[in-house]
């Protein structure tokens, strides 16, 4: 009798599954993605392969066996889905007619046989390290020992299989879109939350200054405190955000604390007006792939204090109730409190802090490193703090004040520029002058394009509006420095008239709709539809574009003689993809 797992994975392989239905294509498929559903591991896939591919192109050409390499296309574009078949046999042309390595790059005694040789054994050797970095199985393993002839099939057919991968994931071009990683959820285990709250009231004094609990540290509160750690909904909103395949998470006890608010009027400048100044909690923006997220649950009623997110849209400002868990990026979301107008609390608002190390899947010890040193600069930060907070002597002012104006300066960078785009346009400068002109004249048009086309999950829509406005910013002072020089007046005045007049409606119809607006406040569902009446708005259709559209014709036909090719094909690129996002946006605008 045979069993269901074989009838399962038993081929159909008649002529209408293999070439009609695809049929066979798609059961190999899915068995394939069952074993690739990391996004890291699709995308270094698509590389690796892509490299033993054309090392086994190479060697074909090398030993003038095209055909072979002619019948491997056309079976792929006639048994595969046909788009995919269309991508394969391009990516096959382009191995095949454009220019072969230059072998002046390697060493001499590396003929075009080594070189293919070390192109399809790397290929190979680095799918194995993928599956190792993004800890997943191989789809060789699963049925090399049963049935060692299929090693064929997914030969012939594993640049297809990836290229699907890649289509899967939308190109990859989600990831430039900016999420929303912030989450208020209310807890399952409320019955702990109770417990604290009649703890910190019979055991915390009132004080005209934060008090802050250790709650490992007795086991009245510990207890309470760990079963709020493991809180069904909180790692329910973690998943939402960190998939299970991609993420492991698990909590840092050592940064845990209770919070419990002072008593009176707000001090002028101690440590405790940080929570009043925009700031970022940690200085670990740079660990890649790692998060360290602290989550503050409610221990009282509260209405009067409320939690605000500079690069998040003004909707997404948080009041924490009893109950509430508010979750956001210790190193990376920059926030401050302030209190809703005339509105009073009845008991002292009292928090309680959890932190959670995300980190990717197995990697177990650069969590723990993330985590040690994010608890290590707690520590640090925390006995500063507690020094600052009735400040007595000069060295306790002068580093009250010194906590306060490093929190408002490295706010104001990060709300206005950002250390992560600090580290982009330096990398970009590092690679010279082109790539630098290139990388950064054209990031704006793709956050663009991506957050219109990929609206969910929710977008972080300051996040949108500062980096759109740093790298168009960047755009204008490329192409400023190489126009300005150009311009002689009087001769020129009619041409810089009429780009004034383009970026004039630009700027006009950006001050009709709001910043909100001209960033897809209405899109992404920030604000409510509404129909905007005025000049350039009822007399041009999609002012905004239109308007840079016509400033740069204007550019390229009174300064054409002085404009050399490079400036030329800038000013090209800049209408070419203004005209393909105006396009996108008449095509899947939701109004």
């Not at 394939?32 to 060697?59: E, K, P, Q, Y």
């Not at 948080?318 to 107008?341: A, K």
């Not at 009822?538 to 050399?564: E, F, K, R, T």
Request: charge should be neutral.
């Amino acid at each position: 009798m045979v069993s269901k797992e074989a009838e399962a994975s038993k081929v159909d392989i008649s002529f209408g599954s293999v070439f009609v239905s695809k049929k066979m294509y798609k059961q190999l498929l899915d068995e394939f993605n069952a074993f690739h559903r990391h996004d890291v591991s699709a995308l270094l896939h698509f590389w690796t392969t892509g490299l033993g591919v054309w090392g086994a192109i190479m060697l074909a050409l090398t030993y003038g066996q095209i055909n072979l390499v002619y019948g491997y296309a056309a079976m792929i574009a006639l048994t595969a889905p046909l788009f995919t078949g269309f991508l394969h046999t391009a990516m096959v042309a382009a191995f095949i007619y454009t220019p072969q390595l230059n072998v002046d790059a390697v060493p001499s005694e590396l003929d075009n046989l080594y070189i293919c040789a070390i192109a399809i054994s790397v290929g190979y050797l680095a799918q194995d390290l993928v599956h190792f970095i993004c800890q997943e199985n191989t789809f060789m393993g699963s049925y090399i020992a049963k049935n060692p002839l299929k090693l064929l099939v997914h030969s012939i057919y594993l640049m297809p299989l990836v290229i699907d991968g890649v289509l899967e994931r939308s190109l990859f071009l989600p990831w430039l879109v900016t999420r929303n990683r912030n989450f208020i959820i209310p807890v399952a285990s409320r019955e702990n939350v109770d417990i604290l709250r009649k703890w910190i009231h019979e055991n915390v004094a009132y004080k005209n200054e934060t008090t802050h609990v250790w709650p490992h540290k007795q086991d009245a509160t510990s207890g309470p405190v760990k079963k709020l750690e493991d809180d069904s909904a909180v790692y329910a909103s973690f998943r939402k955000i960190f998939a299970a395949k991609h993420f492991d998470i698990k909590p840092i006890q050592g940064m845990n604390e209770i919070y419990v608010t002072a008593v009176g009027a707000k001090k002028a400048i101690t440590s405790d007006a940080v929570f009043y100044t925009p700031h970022v909690d940690g200085p670990y923006f740079w660990t890649p792939w790692a998060s360290c997220y602290r989550c503050l649950v409610g221990a009282t009623p509260n209405k009067m204090v409320q939690t605000k997110f500079n690069l998040q849209h003004d909707s997404h400002d948080q009041t924490l109730g009893m109950y509430d868990c508010l979750g956001f990026d210790y190193n990376r979301e920059l926030h401050w409190i302030s209190h809703v107008p005339g509105v009073q609390n009845e008991e002292r608002r009292s928090v309680i802090k959890l932190h959670y190390v995300v980190y990717p899947k197995g990697w177990h010890w650069y969590g723990n490193l993330v985590a040690t040193l994010n608890q290590n600069y707690n520590t640090w930060a925390r006995g500063n703090f507690l020094r600052t907070l009735n400040p007595a002597g000069i060295y306790e002012h002068g580093m009250a004040w010194w906590i306060w104006f490093t929190t408002w300066f490295n706010a104001v960078f990060v709300e206005f520029f950002g250390w992560d785009n600090l580290i982009y346009i330096g990398v970009c400068y590092a690679l010279g002058p082109l790539p630098f002109l290139i990388l950064t004249s054209f990031r704006h048009y793709a956050v663009y394009m991506a957050t219109f086309a990929f609206r969910s999950p929710p977008v972080a829509h300051g996040y949108l509006m500062r980096d759109a406005k740093l790298y168009k910013t960047i755009a204008l002072s490329h192409l400023g420095r190489r126009l300005l020089p150009l311009v002689v007046l009087p001769r020129d005045l009619p041409g810089l008239c009429l780009a004034v007049t383009g970026f004039s409606i630009t700027m006009l119809a950006t001050a009709r709709l709001g910043f909100v607006r001209t960033y897809f406040g209405s899109e992404l569902g920030f604000v409510k539809p509404k129909w905007i009446e005025g000049f350039p708005y009822g007399y041009i259709p999609h002012p905004m574009i239109v308007g840079q559209l016509l400033a740069y014709s204007s550019i390229l036909w009174w300064w054409n003689a002085d404009l050399n090719f490079e400036t030329t094909a800038l000013i090209g690129t800049h209408m070419t993809l203004y005209t393909i996002h105006m396009v996108q946006e008449m095509l899947t605008s939701s109004y």
